[in-house]
């Protein structure tokens, strides 16, 4: 019997999934290219976290230590946290999957919020669960929406506090209340990607919430502030038992030996952080106020990002606004797939590119 008449497929859910793109790298242009585009700190990495890595570098032929001691020991050093309850992988990204591989059945139900994070409804496709998708109130998660969703079927609640690509976050008391409202045997799952930025009185990531429940998990990255997306470097603070699970399903080897390196000196190098906490709190206010004066609406964002939205006319679109830009070398990402047709996000750059960017769109907007 020929092969072609019963070919493998894939389990199911995978051939529902819209594979991730990322934003784009690069513009035909003559002048200087702003890559504004994927959320990356404009500061780069702190210099001890370039020299751990180049160390590193120099034993290439040797297996990384499976635990991530050195890393974990920084990270539980820096917030003051169980080392047994540190769990480090490729990127938060792989944890979220990790989880979904761990705690979703086929026909199992996961919510997240209207404008979350594309990898959630990855990572539930992936594992035959089901997506329900919760509506937000002013581009910010909706608790109430959340609880009203929850079923007999729901397994996990995939919850990016701030929110990307939107920036707007929920407070410490909401988060307790969404909490509260879940059965015992569903999953809060707090992604915490860009925690570091936050500087609002009335924030928690999730450390706390963790430390006193068993069913909450926070993630982190080391993509954003640490300025070491190449090198895919995530963690989670978990429950002892959820983090006895998650290290049985990851791979033994999934961190590398620079990346442990790399992240154990940037999560120790705390001065390094507040400067780039800094250029992203008074270049966020910049940029707001301008874009603001040009006639172009802003979510108000915690994090390193801003959402404008552009009216919904001919030769003033976001659509259009991209193509310009990218003339003038400034790349941001559109958000057409998270639901914002008529918006660009971008991320706050060096103050060259901010600058260069508010020229631009009054060039634009004329």
């Given at each position: 019997?020929?092969s ?5 497929r ?6 529902k999934i ?7 790298s ?7 290219v ?9 500061l780069?990495p ?14 290439l032929e ?9 890393l974990r020991?920084?990270i539980?050093?820096?917030y ?7 769990v480090c992988?490729?990127?938060s ?6 989880l979904?591989?761990?705690y979703?059945s086929p026909?199992?139900e996961?919510?997240y919020?209207?404008?979350?994070f594309?990898?959630?409804k990855?990572a539930?496709l ?5 997506p329900?998708?919760a509506?937000?109130k ?9 609880l ?7 397994r996990?609640v995939f919850?990016a506090?701030?929110n ?12 307790r209340r969404?909490h509260?409202?879940l059965p015992?045997n569903?999953l809060l799952?707090l992604?915490a ?9 009335d924030?928690?990531?999730?450390i706390e919430l963790?430390a006193?429940s068993e069913?909450t998990?926070?993630t982190r990255?080391?993509s954003?502030?640490?300025g070491l997306?190449?090198l895919?470097l995530?963690?989670?603070?978990c429950p002892?038992?959820i983090?006895d699970?998650?290290n049985?399903v ?6 590398s030996a620079?990346a442990?390196?790399a ?8 001065a390094f ?16 106020a301008k874009?603001?004066a040009?006639g172009?609406g802003?979510t ?5 990002f801003?959402?404008?939205h552009f009216p919904d006319?001919k030769?003033?679109?976001?659509s259009?606004a ?5 003339t003038?070398g400034?790349?941001?990402?559109r958000v057409d ?6 918006a660009?996000?971008?991320?706050i750059g ?9 020229r631009a ?6």
């Amino acid at each position: 019997m020929s092969s072609m008449s019963n070919p493998p497929r894939p389990a199911p859910g995978v051939l529902k999934i819209n594979p991730y793109v990322g934003g784009k790298s690069g513009a035909d242009t003559d002048g200087p290219v702003y890559k504004l585009s994927s959320n990356e700190t404009p500061l780069g990495p702190s210099p001890q976290a370039v020299e751990a890595f180049t160390k590193a570098g120099q034993s290439l032929e040797l297996y990384p230590d499976g635990g991530a001691h050195a890393l974990r020991e920084a990270i539980a050093a820096r917030y003051g946290l169980n080392i047994e309850r540190i769990v480090c992988g490729a990127g938060s990204d792989e944890i979220l999957s990790l989880l979904a591989q761990a705690y979703l059945s086929p026909g199992d139900e996961a919510i997240y919020s209207e404008h979350g994070f594309l990898m959630y409804k990855i990572a539930i496709l992936s594992n035959g669960g089901v997506p329900v998708v919760a509506p937000e109130k002013d581009c910010t998660t909706n608790v109430d929406a959340i609880l009203e969703r929850v079923t007999k079927k729901t397994r996990i609640v995939f919850l990016a506090n701030p929110n990307n690509p939107t920036g707007t976050y929920i407070s410490h008391d909401e988060i307790r209340r969404l909490h509260a409202g879940l059965p015992a045997n569903v999953l809060l799952v707090l992604d915490a990607a860009y925690a570091e930025y936050v500087r609002r009185n009335d924030y928690e990531a999730g450390i706390e919430l963790v430390a006193n429940s068993e069913n909450t998990v926070m993630t982190r990255t080391f993509s954003k502030i640490h300025g070491l997306a190449a090198l895919r470097l995530g963690w989670a603070y978990c429950p002892q038992n959820i983090a006895d699970v998650l290290n049985r399903v990851r791979g033994p080897f999934n961190v590398s030996a620079p990346a442990i390196a790399a992240g154990a000196a940037a999560i120790g190098d705390g001065a390094f952080m507040e400067k780039a906490a800094d250029h992203n709190e008074n270049w966020n206010e910049w940029l707001n106020a301008k874009l603001e004066a040009l006639g172009l609406g802003v979510t108000p964002s915690v994090g390193n990002f801003l959402l404008i939205h552009f009216p919904d006319r001919k030769g003033r679109s976001a659509s259009e606004a991209e193509a310009f830009l990218t003339t003038r070398g400034l790349i941001l990402r559109r958000v057409d797939n998270y639901g914002f047709p008529d918006a660009l996000r971008m991320s706050i750059g060096t103050e060259p590119a901010n600058r260069a960017l508010i020229r631009a769109l009054g060039e634009f907007l004329q």
